[in-house]
């Protein structure tokens, strides 16, 4: 019904847990040990995967937005690190889309339920729904799939990227995570040698939002072994930099 019926399609883009195709690093992971019992993990990204991963319905996330904007409880401390809190104009417009939902509620006679999404199911469910005229069907249906689109604008959580680049600051090309030292086990690091890969490699990495037209703008990166921050232009023009500086050299030495 969903393929043919574009009213219940946006009403399900809302309501029901998104699934969505991400790639993933395949990383190969050993750990050896030397004469005096320190570990050593190393780790190589060998290629990358398309994994599906499930994620809440969109309303779900926008119920939490709001709250966690709000100072309100943030019982999903995973979902409140995704998603992150709304600036005043993102919270105005979760409120509105929020309370639309109910004012719909009212017009078809549903009971309002606490959250967005039971609402909009609700409201889905009922007989003024079922009745509706093809013309009015595809307002509803238009209306939310603005919603949907302008939810995942506001909601869009930062993407990560490492690049295979080294760092133009420390030129390090691998990094450790200082975590993976646990007090009273051995230690899981050694000095780098030269030519020797000890840690994990690719220490450079962006975030950025995906949807956002000021990507570039607001995106940014940081290098995992010095700390060094950059913005996205910085860093491209850093490494470019760094590509014509590594030509120039290999091109004295031949
Ligand atoms: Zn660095």
């Known amino acids: 019904m969903s393929e043919t019926d574009p009213l219940l399609a946006a009403v399900e883009a809302l309501t029901k847990p998104q699934k969505r195709r991400q790639e993933q690093d395949i990383i190969s992971r050993y750990v050896t040990t030397d004469d005096d019992g320190i570990e050593t993990v190393t780790e190589h990204v060998v290629g990358t995967q398309k994994v599906t991963v499930e994620l809440p319905p969109l309303l779900d996330m926008l119920d939490d937005a709001i709250q ?147 990507m570039i703008e607001k995106g940014h990166a940081i290098c995992r072994a010095c700390g060094a921050e950059f913005g996205l232009r910085e860093l491209q023009f850093e490494l470019e930099q760094a590509e014509a500086t590594t030509r120039q050299e290999g091109m004295t030495t031949v």
Request: contains cysteine; proline residues 7%.
């Open 68 to 214: 966690s904007s709000m100072g309100g409880s943030t019982k999903g401390a995973a979902l409140a690190s995704e998603s992150a809190v709304l600036n005043v104009h993102a919270l105005y417009e979760a409120m509105k889309i929020s309370s639309a939902v109910r004012d719909w509620c009212r017009m078809a006679g549903v009971l309002d339920r606490k959250h967005t999404r039971e609402n909009l199911e609700a409201w889905n469910a009922s007989v003024y729904v079922r009745d509706l005229d093809e013309e009015h069907a595809a307002f509803f249906a238009a209306v939310m799939q603005k919603w949907a689109a302008s939810i995942r604008t506001m909601l869009d959580p930062w993407r990560e990227k490492d690049l295979p680049n080294p760092c133009p600051v420390c030129h390090a090309e691998e990094w450790w995570d200082a975590s993976e030292d646990k007090p009273g086990e051995p230690r899981r690091r050694l000095p780098p040698m030269e030519g020797i890969r000890r840690g994990r490699p690719r220490p450079l990495l962006i975030r950025y939002k995906r949807d956002d037209p000021e």
